[in-house]
T-cell receptor, first 111, second 112 residues
Framework: QKEVEQNSGPLSVPEGAIASLNCTYS??????FFWYRQYSGKSPELIMS????GDKEDGRFTAQLNKASQYVSLLIRDSQPSDSATYLC???????????FGTGTRLQVTL | KAGVTQTPRYLIKTRGQQVTLSCSPI?????VSWYQQTPGQGLQFLFE???????NKGNFPGRFSGRQFSNSRSEMNVSTLELGDSALYLC???????????FGPGTRLTVL
């Protein structure tokens, strides 16, 4: 079982719709969770961090964390073509505190 | 505040050579982590440095090494380059361990 799992996609959503990206993790002791956006040919950019169960909102982005079910999700409201990118879920895992990344979900926002 | 910088941005080397990559973290950040990114394997953790000490190491051969200086700047070295080492090498800095990591632009290494 991979430590952090994401559906590779592509996830295609029409402009203006809500994009829902999901991530599951295996280390039940994980405490810190992050979402990064990576455009093709660029480095990852941090867009959200979440540490407690529940929702955290920042503009059009909402991160959701459920530690009991070991999943974290990212909602993007009013999706724009500029949101088309790969979204990486990252989790600090293990006592060694290593940041482990999922393989990413490619999002395509269509006109 | 300036972001994470990495030099050089692009490198072309041949098999058997060695290479040194440099990373300057965000001012005040003390932790630096290195990652290798390839299309097939995604982002793979190489190592983490904090206060000039390696705190974590990923599953890479000993040809990959690194260090951190007293000003938190970090270097990584790859010796005896192989074709499979062609990748984007990313450095990320964070204020302290287990905090948010911010990535530099990366160094794209091509091994011929």
């Amino acid at each position: 079982q991979k430590e952090v799992e994401q559906n590779s996609g592509p996830l295609s959503v029409p402009e203006g719709a809500i994009a829902s990206l999901n991530c599951t993790y295996s280390d039940r002791g994980s405490q810190s969770f992050f979402w990064y956006r990576q455009y093709s040919g660029k480095s990852p950019e941090l867009i959200m961090s979440i540490y407690s169960n529940g929702d955290k909102e920042d503009g059009r982005f909402t991160a959701q964390l459920n530690k009991a079910s070991q999943y974290v999700s990212l909602l993007i409201r009013d999706s724009q073509p500029s949101d088309s990118a790969t979204y990486l879920c990252a989790v600090y895992t293990g006592t060694a505190s290593k940041l482990t990344f999922g393989t990413g979900t490619r999002l395509q926002v269509t006109l | 505040k300036a972001g994470v910088t990495q030099t050089p941005r692009y490198l072309i080397k041949t098999r058997g050579q060695q290479v040194t990559l440099s990373c300057s973290p965000i001012s005040g950040h003390r932790s630096v982590s290195w990652y290798q990114q390839t299309p097939g394997q995604g982002l793979q953790f190489l190592f983490e440095y904090f206060s000039e000490t390696q705190r974590n190491k990923g599953n890479f051969p000993g040809r990959f090494s690194g260090r951190q200086f007293s000003n938190s700047r970090s270097e990584m070295n790859v010796s005896t380059l192989e074709l499979g080492d062609s990748a984007l090498y990313l450095c990320a800095s964070s204020l302290y361990r287990q905090s948010e990591q911010f990535f530099g632009p990366g160094t794209r290494l091509t091994v011929l």
